[in-house]
């Protein structure tokens, strides 16, 4: 028995529930007389859903097909060999359920190895193989797909990627090293690393054809007979295949430090992945693959026994698993459907509101306003983007003029509402303003109609206190940009239904929304969460440490902007009306920033000015600011705020506003940007001893988002 085979088979006995891929191999005559074939074709025997992976018992099955083409090609008996996937998919990559269960380093160093040496054998075969890309393929499905000596492409391919920086982890069976040396080092640096970084994008057929990682592109109805035919040319030679010539001069160097910046941008230097890739890469410039085998191998190790992979797993799993089954949501069967679609508002919220719900319900959307100048101004937006989609070609002339018709704006909410099922306010956040909106809406609504409010921080059960039947009633607050943030926070009021929480569910999944329950607590999860660590960077800068150290104070957590960038997008305003509202609940935790107050007042829209290109504080601003004289370094800076952010969560749990810790991860991730590579927020806290040192314990148990013990 093989050290390879040795290794795989203790591997697939730490790991009883692999969901394992078989290998199939068969054979047949070429076209074109071009003599005998042997094709692996890699299945797991499940439907396109439940996409084929890599486990150890899959590599052991792909290790044993690829013995039996070897022997078959060195006693020449075939010309060539072939590996391609089930319908709709080519592979996915290593199974990563399997990742999170080791616990020692020379079992996840197994793991790199394991990889490595079944793919390499494809390279060494006595004759020429072929890759091809079926259907979708990603991280070690890409891989092994680079072993071969040639690739085909369907043009249909949905998805093509190297998502492993996004994870915490670097393309580890020759990704690294192989890419490079394919199509060069900067082409390699923006799949690897600006795609990855850049919420884990995907190619489609066309663009792996471009970017040279495929020899030859065919339609994807008769994919497998034309790339077999052109197999045939190739190994007859009349085809050469011409690849470039890659420059190992200066231009790798400059691609490597282009990837640095991308990196910096992104992850500030917080999350190891991409480091270690563009490690692997540079040194990849020499051409030596074994050198660059062994440093993935390594690579891949320290970060399965690291931090950032685990979390990075956790956040994935929350996105996919937790975020399309939210917990606590009532039985969807109770949920009543949803005809026709009333907008209490007509400013940019509420016609980003309405764009989205024709978009995804195609339902009548009937939008209303104190005046008739704002109604037309609120469709013809909608109308407006309904032409840049039709434009870009993402959506056809029928569908657009279709969409433009079921949009409609009246003054009069008798009219509008008359039959809809469910109406949303966007109007002014304030409390009065909403409780009369829903009386009035109330007055002339369906008694079946479900009422949402998108307020950010005011009270539901409060909002629907005045009404005849408050249990329909429910928050449904959105993000913005409505069309980019996933996430939904859903709000249940003290009165209402699980009706009306159904309906409110059910209608979230067909805005393709990630839908969290939460409790009616003063600004729900993320803003409570956001207030009281921004509230805490502007605590320490009112009271006299620098902008600039408060804000590099935070850089290490990765985030997508710095805390006044962030402001500056939401608002001052917002960001001090909600921080009245959390003061006014909880004054103990939230302060009200008299610098802040103070830059509302003088109607900034920001701390900062952008002359340069570059944030610099507004000299404006700076002179309204008044400081005191307690300076702190950014150590002490980031200790108060993940202190304070630590106390908020534990007490949000305790109050029971969402169910989980994970609840209020999946929240920081699809509503505000949470880096992956941090899982959110809790389990960083429980790996930099912020939770123990607050609370006393852990947010998530051992195991979870960490290695287990």
Known sequence: ?????????????????????????????????????????????????????????????????????????ADGEIVGAGLTGKPFIFAVGADLKGVEILKEYEHALAIGKGGHEVFKRLSKLAVPTFAYYNG?????????????????????????????????LVPGWGGCALLPNLIGPEKAVSVIIENSLNQNKQLKGKQVYELGIADAIFEGADFLEQSLIWTATVLKGEIQIERPAIDRGEAWDQAVAKGRFIADSKVHGAAPAAYRALDIIAAAKNGDLQQGYDAEDKALADLIMGGELRSGIYAFNLVQKRGKRPAGAPDKNLARPVTKVGVVGAGLMASQLALLFLRRLEVPVVLTDIDQERV??????????????????????????????????????????????????????????????????????????????????????????????????????????????????????????????????????????????????????????????????QNVIDEGTPVKVAEKAVEPLGLPMSPLVLLELVGPAIGLHVSETLNRAFPDRFTVSPNLAAVVKAGKRGFYVYDSGKPELDPEVAALLKQGDSVLTEEQVRTRVLDAVAQEIGIMLDEGVVAEAQDIDLCLITGAGWPFHLGGITPYLDREGVSERVNGKRFLAQGVASIPA
Not at 140 to 161: N, W
Not at 457 to 468: G, N
Not at 471 to 495: S, T, W
């Open 376 to 537: 037309d101004k609120g469709v013809g937006y909608v109308h407006a983007e309904i032409d840049k989609l039709l434009g870009k070609g993402r959506i056809n002339q029928d569908k657009a003029n279709r969409l433009k018709a079921l949009v409609s704006g009246v003054l009069d909410k008798a009219e509008g509402f008359a039959d809809a099922d469910f109406i949303i306010e966007a109007v002014f956040e304030e409390i009065g303003v909403k409780q009369q909106v829903f009386a009035e809406v109330e007055a002339v609504a369906p008694a079946h109609a479900i009422f949402a409010t998108n307020t950010s921080s005011l009270s539901v059960s409060e909002m629907a206190s005045k009404l005849k039947n408050p249990e329909r009633v429910v928050g449904f607050h959105f993000f913005n940009p409505v069309a980019v943030l996933p996430l939904l926070e859903i709000v249940r009021g003290e009165k209402t239904d699980d009706a009306s929480l159904a309906t409110a569910f059910a209608v979230a999944k067909k805005l393709k929304k990630t839908a969290v329950l939460t409790k009616d607590a003063p600004a729900f999860v993320v803003n409570r969460i956001l207030t009281r660590f921004m509230g805490e960077i």
């Open 136 to 168: 979708a393929a990603m991280g070690g499905g890409v891989e092994v797909g680079l072993h071969c000596t040639y690739r085909t492409v369907s043009a249909a391919l949905p998805a093509f990627s190297l998502p492993e920086v996004f994870l915490g």
């Open 1 to 73: 028995m093989s050290t390879t085979a040795e290794l795989l088979k203790q591997a697939s006995e730490l790991f009883p529930d692999e969901v394992v891929t078989q290998a199939h191999v068969r054979h047949f005559d070429l076209p074109l007389g071009a003599g005998r074939f042997a094709l692996i074709t890699l299945d797991n025997g499940l439907d396109h859903t439940k996409p084929t992976t890599f486990g150890p018992a899959s590599l052991a099955n792909l290790d044993a097909a690829i013995d039996q083409v070897e022997k078959e090609a």
